[in-house]
């Protein structure tokens, strides 16, 4: 008998590992050989201040604690260098920059409006004939992503926390006040579960006879091209309506088409034609020119209906905890939803670093969607 049993291996599942085996037993379950093999493996790992829902705001907020001085022991070199983020409008195109501008003022981020000629002096890269103006914020930081997944594995098996891998879920059962998870050959009681899988939420929930939330997968594609002399520490450009966006990550650049194309749970591939698109829109506002692709890859952010994280015990379904939902900033946001999630699941009080924050657990209360708030 274990207290909690998380299933998923991504960020999500390993944050809530760490943070729930302070108090509790846990085992975590992943189905794959490897532990950050879909959505939490393929990020762009950049820290936007900026970014999500009006609901993760707050989250984005609380994290950056954690982020910047992770617990002893949890990792070998910092998770966060500074990465700038400059958004980018073609000329007639900048009201959007300014709904930006404002957002990120109402949320106290750090961010100005810049002329299209700091635009380039700041990216030479952008073309003077193509830019309308800029929005640029100080405050982005490039997440060592791997880094901070291991952070959380170190500490849940310091916590006594076990975490298997190649043990896909197939069947969830309740117990009387209990749950049966059944995991390959083996069948786990414990007080709860915690579905932490991803695009794959909805199923998971439906195998223990709970009713699905609404997920809803969207594929994103990313990709690798030769970078620039001294372009390293070059802001992560993005275009304001998010047609694409492009980053530094060693000698290269990391491009997007920032598609949201609505998929099934699974292994998503790339598409050529997204990534050909990609490269005609970034070669109309640059002078990158990209002929050559080095690697390329596609992820599933998964949103609920109204795109707020889902945080949380189900109403329906005692002892069952959502934490889905993550969409595009799971990454940035996981010492926060982790914290959270443990709260709720020990009924502790908040820790101070959500609240100081302004964390309002109503925001991400799965009851929400059960029109029950
Ligand atoms: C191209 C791209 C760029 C992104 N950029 C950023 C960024 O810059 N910053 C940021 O913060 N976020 C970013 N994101 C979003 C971020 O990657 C996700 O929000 C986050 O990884 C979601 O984590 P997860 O643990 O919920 O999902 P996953 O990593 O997909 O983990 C879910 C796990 O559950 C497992 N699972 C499913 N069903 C079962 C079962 N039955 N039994 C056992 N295991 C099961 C799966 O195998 C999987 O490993 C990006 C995403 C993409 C695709």
């Known amino acids: 008998m274990t207290d909690f049993v998380v299933i998923g291996g991504g960020i999500a599942g390993v944050s809530a590992a760490a943070h729930l085996s302070q108090d509790a037993s846990v085992l975590l379950l ?54 700038a983020v400059l958004w980018v409008s073609p000329l007639g195109g900048t009201s959007h920059l300014e709904e930006i501008a404002e957002e990120g003022r109402a949320n106290g981020a750090n961010a100005r409006l810049l002329e299209p000629g700091s635009v380039v002096e700041m990216a030479p890269i952008i073309r003077a004939d193509w830019v309308g103006g800029g929005l640029f914020e100080e405050s982005g930081a490039d997440i060592d992503v791997a880094g901070l997944h291991q952070a959380y594995v170190r500490i849940a098996r310091g916590n ?28 786990i ?3 709860a579960v915690v579905d932490a899988a991803g695009a794959w939420g909805d199923l998971v929930a439906r195998m223990a006879g709970v009713e699905p939330i609404g997920l809803q997968p969207m594929r994103r594609t990313a990709f690798m091209v030769p970078g620039r002399e001294n372009s390293t520490r070059w802001p992560m450009i993005v275009e304001a309506d998010e047609r694409w966006y492009l980053k530094p990550d060693g000698v290269q650049f990391l491009c997007s088409l920032a598609e949201e194309t609505p998929s099934e749970p699974m292994d998503a591939r790339p598409r050529m034609e997204d990534v ?10 640059t002078n990158l020119e990209i002929r050559t692709v080095n690697s390329q890859w596609a992820g599933l952010r998964t949103f609920a209906p109204d795109r707020d994280l889902v945080i949380g015990e189900d109403p329906t379904a005692p002892g069952f905890f959502w934490l889905v939902g993550q969409g595009g900033i799971g990454i940035q946001t996981s010492p926060a ?23 309002d657990p109503a925001r991400t209360d799965p009851a929400r969607l059960r029109g029950r708030c």
């Open 337 to 359: 939803y982790g914290a959270l999630l443990a709260a709720l699941a020990l009924g502790k009080p908040l820790p101070t670093a959500l609240t100081a924050a302004g964390v």
């Open 160 to 187: 006594g926390a076990e975490l298997r891998t190649r043990s896909p879920v197939s069947a969830i059962e309740r117990d009387g006040s209990r749950w049966k998870v059944v995991a390959e050959d083996d069948t």
């Open 276 to 285: 050909a698109l990609a490269i005609e829109r970034i070669n109309e506002a």
């Open 189 to 191: 009681t414990c007080g």
């Open 30 to 83: 992943e189905r794959e050989t490897t532990m950050a093999y879909h959505t939490s493996g393929r990020s762009a790992a950049m820290l936007v201040e900026n970014y999500g829902s009006a609901g993760a705001r707050p989250l984005v907020k609380a994290a950056r604690p954690f982020l910047e001085d992770p617990p002893e022991g949890s990792v070998d070199a910092p998770l966060l260098s500074p990465r």
